[in-house]
């Protein structure tokens, strides 16, 4: 018989903000000028201010029976979750059974399962509050989060039961799946891994918050057309987005532009920096909710959106001039319209610089917002705050809280330069030059004239208490360590000002963090030889092994007989060599790698039209398309290897192994070298898969969009993975992981975290490459002939591999011959069956070290001090009806 729902589906309308949620100081109503302190807008005009913490009105104090409803926790029975999904169909969607379709029909059960997550959400936030826990909170401008319904299932452990309740309406899970499109988020390895991070953080019960911006149409959506690369807005919003909760209580005034002025301040009497600005949009809050995986926690990644600070201009409308009374809207949302606005252009360039301080602006403001509401005192802020740096975006966190403290809170330098310095730190993620952003001073001085002012403070606080004493009159480190870069167009450098501006600095692999002692921050390591240290990256196995790999997933959990408690702990994977030996266990995990194989063959057949054979070697090398990844020199081998084909005899080329060779990722919208790469592999693509005598033997895929769900696709079907960057050029790689994870061969330069995995697997189980002088001549000289195309087209990208050492930047003739031989001795183990599988098997039973469980584990513990705070479910104390609370035992 079926029972009604444990409580009933809240109304439509205004969300009442939840107990456990931030409750900022309004400010203004719209359209009258901010006030210096960037607080959050009033929505209402007529909002009358009560007694409550920060401006809001005062809590309510729920009646004995609402609270018995809203204590109320949902059901796991099949016909509750039935009943929440026709509700959402009926009153969420407004729907009904002669117009709701597959679509619908997922929308209305990720409503479902976010209510879900919204319990879970509520109470834990609610824990941390209550138990005075100190938080993290990781900035990081990009999230690379993928799907999130298969996500949350599996990791509420909700799977099966979702799975009968679906299938009783007439649907299936993995139908659900392939309606949800991917949060366009970020781009490459660092939003990715701060997906892999925050679910680490929630799985480990660890307080955190994740901060980051809502694109409204993330980098570009990918097309092949012809062979180039163009790009398309990603309309990942066109029909809403049922993960994220719009938070219009939670909104910060951003400021830009205008002067600083001194005023003195009637309280003290003393001068102080007043900021005078032009310019205002609204940052307003969108909550993502986060589910651990085997814990009641779940964790909150907000993202900024750009709105106009005066939505409509009716007097200017009134007049006739419609254009300009909506130009700020227009102007306000392009900061927050797409990810890495191309900075080719000083328009692109401001953009960009916007994008990054609404973002550290938003955030910093919403950090010391939720502190304060605790009741505790600024002076307190590092004890209970954690503020990572992910990479240099966002930099200016560090003047930002020093604005906020000095000319907002009244604090003093030195006071607030201790407490800025302490409660930040920063993870480096790169050698390259234009990844270490430098904001030219003139830009700088237009835009954020009071963070130019602070920059230039600590600058001077630097060079002078710092430096100069450590070592005097040494001009040399003066211009090596200084936050400003004095040579040509004089500019700001971020990294820099991450670096004095935080406790610790870590790389992200063991050769990595060498490089950044011992080569581009040598002087800083000198300076302060105990702030640097290594934290090696790592990737989520909930996502990367329990959701893209199932098969394998299922193998490992029957093989090691202790159900899933190994996705916690991949230690536990290494019983499973116990099994690398017996013939049964082998052909299972040779079949678990056909079954994948197979589903990516159905795919490219598909949605490119490519016949592609199973069997053949699958050769993958996806990311993004950069020269240091080394996509070139990938393709050119695929032309030496398509012209020996061609040079055979048939009874030759029957000797030959089959291989598939597929590449994806995105350029950057200005990077031209990049995009002439994609346009070479197209062409050659074009040319060997239509050719009858060849095309047997080898094909080349480009797949098109690469993103985290085709990453689900095509992991767990590799064979081998490229991981070819240019050696010294790659910080860690988290690919690498993913592949290996899933048994996945690695051919790769030792390099970034290469060198650990190697350590961790063994050599032996991996196929590195080496770097001698090469001769790809015959190679180029096919492209030279226009044998793929407009030679002159691809000139820039070849003819400097023949000038010699000097222009080749990227070591591509110096590693071509050993890559040859490195390929020929993949072809010749993969016919070695049984030993290709227990390399395979060693590659996933060893990867425990890259389990981002280790690397969070580690920044909790030596960065920032960090303990794990588990939400728990007991009866309340109080004398309302025994539902459910939270206390100190185990769930």
């Known amino acids: ?148 319904l298969q996500n949350a299932l599996l990791n509420l452990h909700l799977n099966e039961q979702y799975a009968d309740a679906l299938r009783e309406l007439g649907f299936t899970l993995d139908d659900l799946y392939d309606q949800e499109c991917d949060a366009a988020l970020g781009n490459g390895g660092l939003g990715r891994l701060a997906a892999c991070f925050i679910d680490s953080l929630a799985t480990l019960n660890m307080p955190a918050w994740g901060y980051g911006v809502r694109y409204t149409y993330g980098m ?49 009497g003393l001068s102080k920096a007043k900021w005078e600005t032009d310019e205002v949009v609204r940052a307003c809050a969108y909550d993502t909710l986060i589910p651990g995986f085997g814990t009641y926690n779940t964790l909150t990644l907000r993202l900024w959106a750009a709105k106009p600070a005066k939505e409509f201009d009716l007097q200017v409308f009134s007049k006739g001039d419609f254009f300009t009374a909506v130009a700020d809207k227009q102007a306000s949302e392009n900061i927050t319209s797409v990810l890495y606005p191309n900075d080719k252009t000083e328009n692109g360039h401001i953009l960009r610089l916007k994008q990054e301080y609404l973002f550290v602006s938003a955030t910093i403001q919403d950090i010391i917002t939720r502190h304060k509401k605790a009741g505790r005192p600024l002076s307190q802020l590092p004890q209970f705050v954690g503020i990572q740096l992910n990479d240099t975006h966002p930099a200016l966190a560090s003047p930002e809280l020093m604005r906020i403290l000095i000319d907002e809170e009244n ?156 996705l916690k702990d991949l ?105 002439r790469i994609i346009k070479l592999i197209n062409a050659v693509a074009n040319v060997v898969n239509a050719d009858p005598v060849c095309n047997k033997l080898l094909k080349i895929v480009y797949v098109p969009n690469y993103c985290v769900s085709l990453a689900e696709i095509i992991i767990p079907a590799a064979d081998i993975s490229q991981q070819i960057s240019t050696a010294g050029m790659e910080a860690s790689g988290t690919g690498n992981m993913k592949f290996a994870m899933n048994g996945g061969i690695i051919v790769g330069t030792m390099d970034g975290a290469n060198i650990e995995i190697c350590e961790e697997v063994g050599e032996e189980n991996i196929a590195p490459d080496y770097q001698v002088h090469p001769d790809l001549k015959a190679a180029i000289e096919a492209i030279q002939e226009g044998n793929f195309g407009d030679a002159s087209f691809f000139a820039p990208i070849v003819e400097p591999l023949l000038r010699g050492k000097g222009s080749d930047y990227y070591l591509i003739n110096e590693d071509f011959p050993l890559y040859q031989e490195c390929q020929a001795h993949v072809d010749a183990t993969f016919k070695n069956k049984p030993v290709w599988t227990r390399m395979s098997i060693y590659n996933t039973t060893r990867i425990a070290k890259f389990s981002s469980d280790r690397s969070i584990t580690e920044y909790a513990n030596e960065i920032w001090h960090l303990e794990p705070s588990e939400c728990i479910l007991r009866p309340r104390a109080s004398g309302a009806p025994a539902t459910t609370f939270f206390g100190p035992t185990s769930f």
Not at 66 to 89: E, G, P, T
Not at 417 to 436: F, G, K, Q, S, V
Not at 607 to 634: S, T
């Open 571 to 675: 230690t536990m994977l290494r019983a499973l060599e116990n099994h690398a030996n017996h013939p049964d266990f082998l052909r299972a995990w040779s079949q678990v790698k056909l079954q994948n194989k197979e589903r990516l063959a159905l795919w490219v057949k598909n949605n490119m039209g490519i016949e592609i054979d199973p069997l053949a070697l699958f050769d993958v090398h996806v990311k993004r398309i950069h020269e240091y990844k080394r996509q070139l020199l990938n393709i050119l081998y695929c032309i030496h290897r398509y012209l020996q084909f061609q040079a055979m005899s048939p009874s030759e080329r029957s000797q030959c192994v089959p291989r598939v060779v597929f590449f994806g990722g995105k350029a950057a919208v200005g990077y031209d070298s990049a995009k």
């Open 1 to 148: 018989m079926s029972r009604p729902l444990a409580a009933p589906l809240p109304p439509m309308g205004r969300r009442a903000t939840p107990t456990s949620s931030p409750a900022p100081i309004r400010g203004p109503p719209l359209g009258t000028s901010p006030t210096p302190r960037g607080d959050v807008v009033g929505l209402l005009p007529n909002f009358q201010q009560s007694a409550g913490s920060g401006g809001m009105p005062a809590p309510y104090s729920a009646s004995p029976r609402l609270a018995s409803f809203l204590d109320n926790k949902l059901s796991d029975d099949v016909i509750d979750i039935q009943r929440w999904i026709s509700n959402h169909i009926k009153y969420t969607l407004n729907r009904t059974r002669d117009t709701i379709d597959i679509f619908g029909i997922y929308q209305a059960t990720a409503y479902s399962v976010r209510n879900r997550l919204t319990e879970r959400w509520n109470s834990t936030n609610q824990w941390f509050t209550e138990n005075g826990v100190k938080q993290v909170n990781y900035l990081s401008l990009e999230w690379l989060m993928g799907r999130a």
């Open 411 to 566: 604090l003093s330098w030195e006071d607030a330069w201790a407490i800025t310095t302490r409660c930040l730190a920063y993870t480096n993620h790169t050698i390259l030059p234009e990844a270490l952003e430098k904001w030219p001073i003139g830009m700088m001085e237009r835009i954020l004239p009071r963070h130019l002012q602070i920059i230039y403070s600590i600058n001077h606080f630097f060079l002078h208490d710092v430096v100069e004493r450590t070592w005097p009159g040494d001009m040399g480190k003066m211009r090596s360590l200084s936050l400003i870069d004095e040579e040509g167009s004089r500019a700001a450098r971020m990294a820099n000002l991450a670096i004095v501006s935080s406790h610790t600095v870590n790389g992200v692999a063991a050769l990595h963090t060498d490089i950044l002692k011992n080569a581009l921050f040598k002087d800083f390591n000198q300076l302060w030889p105990t702030k640097f240290q290594n934290k090696t990256n790592g990737v989520t196995p909930r996502r990367w092994l329990n959701q893209a790999n199932q098969p394998l997933s299922a193998l490992i959990t029957q093989a090691l007989g202790r159900g899933d408690v190994w």
């Open 220 to 268: 570009f959506h990918q097309r092949i057309q012809d062979g180039y690369q163009v790009e398309f807005p990603e309309f990942w919003l066109t029909f809403g987005n049922p993960w994220e909760i719009e938070r219009l209580d939670v909104q910060y005034l951003i400021q830009f532009g205008g002067h600083v002025t001194q005023v003195t301040d009637p309280a003290t």
